[in-house]
């Protein structure tokens, strides 16, 4: 394993992911998980159902509420961007659909389709986001309730493509979440901030105005270039990353390329 950055993100080397992995193994992942918040494989051209069962080993597959998923594997969507499109999916800073009641533990993501030149993703480390605030500005965060909505305008348009072609047809035409601008890590125990651009709207019992200056504060220092990495897609490639404590922005940088990814969301909790 090598760290790629000194806030976030880690390279994990000789495993085989399609293989018959053990628990030590698989263990040994989720230690590596929990301390880098993302971490990376190369070379893993894994076909759909060994993606699904590696996934497995880490908890509860759950299905994005916008998009259908693959043909016969409905808990993978394809991430995709055509050579025409001018938005790419997903293109925010953001932690994924932090609009549902209880948003997902983590994400993996494999590259099938890569762009001759750009197409990076960069993560950031919202553990260090909320460490490096100040006393006062943490106290005054103690109790504040982020709005979440999957309608922000600007994540929006980043999905309006795949959703005008794979649309689920129980798909509701709002979704929204609030939740505690400070989360506790159910399994580390950190504190994280947990707002992002994409989809947090306002604080609870505020009005958008009056929360605009704090909230846009905080969604500028948690992206700090030292609280952050980027990472350069390869066919094979696979990011599985932990949305309690990361957010990402794949960076919209490869006009008149095709970029296809596959996804797969696993079950989280309640975040308090």
Same mark, same amino acid.
């Given at each position: 394993?090598?760290?790629? =950055?000194?806030?976030?993100?880690?390279? @994990?080397?000789?495993?085989?992911? *399609?293989?018959?992995?053990?628990?030590?193994?698989?263990?040994? @992942?989720?230690?590596?998980?929990?301390?880098?918040?993302?971490?990376?494989?190369?070379?893993?051209?894994?076909?759909?159902?060994? %993606?699904?069962?590696?996934?497995? !080993?880490?908890?509860?597959?759950?299905? +994005?509420?916008? @998009?259908?998923?693959?043909?016969?594997?409905?808990?993978? @969507?394809?991430?995709?961007?055509?050579?025409?499109?001018?938005?790419?999916?997903?293109?925010?800073?953001?932690?994924?659909?932090?609009?549902?009641?209880?948003?997902?533990?983590?994400?993996?993501?494999?590259? !099938?389709?890569?762009?001759?030149?750009?197409?990076?993703?960069? %993560?950031?480390?919202? +553990?260090?986001?909320?460490?490096?605030?100040?006393?006062?500005? /943490?106290?005054?965060?103690?109790?504040?309730?982020?709005?979440?909505?999957?309608? /922000?305008?600007? =994540?929006?348009?980043?999905?309006?493509?795949?959703?005008?072609?794979?649309?689920?047809?129980?798909?509701? /035409?709002?979704?929204?979440?609030?939740?505690?601008?400070?989360?506790?890590?159910?399994?580390?125990?950190?504190? =994280?901030?947990?707002?992002?651009?994409?989809?947090?709207?306002?604080? /609870?019992?505020?009005?958008?105005?009056?929360?605009?200056?704090?909230?846009? +504060?905080?969604? #500028?220092?948690?992206?700090?270039?030292?609280?952050?990495?980027?990472?350069?897609?390869?066919?094979?490639?696979?990011?599985?990353?932990?949305?309690?404590?990361? #957010?990402?922005?794949?960076?919209?940088?490869?006009? *008149?390329?095709?970029?296809?990814?596959?996804?797969?969301?696993?079950?989280?909790?309640?975040?308090?």
């Amino acid at each position: 394993m090598r760290p790629i =950055a000194g806030a976030i993100g880690a390279e @994990i080397y000789g495993v085989d992911l *399609g293989g018959e992995l053990s628990e030590a193994t698989i263990g040994a @992942i989720r230690r590596a998980w929990l301390e880098h918040c993302v971490v990376f494989f190369r070379d893993q051209p894994l076909p759909p159902d060994q %993606f699904l069962r590696f996934a497995k !080993r880490f908890g509860q597959l759950v299905e +994005y509420p916008f @998009i259908k998923g693959i043909e016969g594997f409905p808990e993978i @969507i394809p991430v995709v961007k055509l050579e025409h499109e001018k938005s790419n999916f997903g293109g925010i800073w953001h932690s994924d659909t932090s609009y549902l009641e209880k948003p997902p533990m983590a994400t993996m993501l494999i590259a !099938r389709e890569v762009p001759a030149r750009g197409g990076d993703t960069m %993560f950031a480390n919202t +553990y260090l986001a909320y460490e490096t605030l100040s006393d006062g500005m /943490k106290h005054l965060l103690d109790g504040l309730i982020a709005v979440n909505s999957s309608r /922000k305008a600007d =994540a929006s348009r980043t999905r309006e493509d795949r959703v005008k072609e794979m649309k689920r047809d129980d798909a509701k /035409k709002e979704y929204v979440g609030e939740h505690p601008v400070v989360r506790t890590h159910p399994e580390t125990g950190r504190k =994280a901030l947990y707002v992002n651009v994409a989809h947090s709207v306002r604080f /609870k019992d505020m009005t958008d105005a009056e929360s605009a200056p704090l909230l846009n +504060y905080l969604i #500028q220092h948690q992206t700090r270039p030292e609280f952050t990495c980027r990472f350069h897609w390869e066919v094979g490639s696979i990011a599985f990353w932990d949305n309690r404590c990361a #957010q990402h922005n794949p960076v919209n940088d490869y006009h *008149g390329y095709r970029r296809s990814m596959h996804r797969i969301t696993l079950a989280g909790d309640t975040p308090r």
